[in-house]
C-alpha cells in the first residue's frame, strides 16, 4: 500500500504542535486578524495555542474588529489573558479605552503584560469579575495558570483565589 509521508508526519506532529512552536516561540506570539496586529508574551504552549487559535473565535474577532473604530470604548468581560483586549485596543488606539475584567490574578497580570508589548494602547485592568449584583464569592481557578477555568463551587480540581 502506498505510505504518504507527508500525511505521516503531520499525524506524528499534531499532538505537539505547539509543543514545539511555543519552543521556538521564546515566549512571545504576533497575530495579525483582519489587518488589525498584536504581540503577545506566552508562558506556555496552552497560552501559545489560545493567542494564535483565538479558540476557534477568529471569525467572532474579525467581525468584533470590523466594528470597531478608532476612539471607542470596549469592555472585555472575562479577558483571559487579553487576547480580545489587545486586538480591539490596537484597533482603538491611543484615543480609545479598553477595560479588561479578570478576577483570575494570573490572567489579569498577563493582560497587563500584553498592554505592555503593545505601545499606544489604552487598557485598564480590572482585577474583579463583573455580575448584577455586588457580593463576595470565593473564586476557584485550575491548577494551570491562565487556563480560562474557574468556578465559584469548591472542587479538588481548583484552588482558590484571594
Do not use: C, M
Not at 483586549?85 to 497580570?109: D, R, W, Y
Not at 491548577?143 to 469548591?154: E, I, K, M, N, Q
Amino acid at each position: 500500500e502506498y505510505l504518504n509521508l507527508s500525511r505521516l508526519l503531520r499525524n506524528l506532529i499534531r499532538p505537539y504542535y505547539y509543543d514545539l512552536r511555543f519552543a521556538v516561540s521564546r515566549g512571545r506570539a504576533t497575530v495579525d486578524v483582519a489587518g488589525t496586529h498584536a504581540n503577545f508574551l506566552v508562558g506556555s504552549s496552552a497560552e501559545l495555542q489560545r493567542v494564535k487559535g483565538l479558540r476557534g473565535e477568529r471569525d467572532l474577532v474579525s467581525i468584533l474588529l470590523s466594528n470597531v473604530r478608532p476612539g471607542d470604548v470596549f469592555w472585555d468581560v472575562g479577558a483571559n489573558i487579553g487576547t480580545h483586549s489587545i486586538l480591539v485596543g490596537n484597533k482603538t488606539g491611543p484615543k480609545g479605552n479598553v477595560v479588561a475584567f479578570e478576577p483570575e490574578p494570573g490572567a489579569a497580570n498577563r493582560v497587563r503584560q500584553n498592554a505592555s508589548e503593545n505601545p499606544g494602547i489604552q487598557v485598564a485592568i480590572v482585577g474583579s469579575p463583573l455580575g448584577s449584583s455586588s457580593k463576595t464569592s470565593t473564586l476557584y481557578v485550575d491548577y494551570v495558570d491562565s487556563s480560562g477555568r474557574h468556578t465559584l463551587a469548591p472542587t479538588d480540581d481548583f484552588r482558590s483565589v484571594a
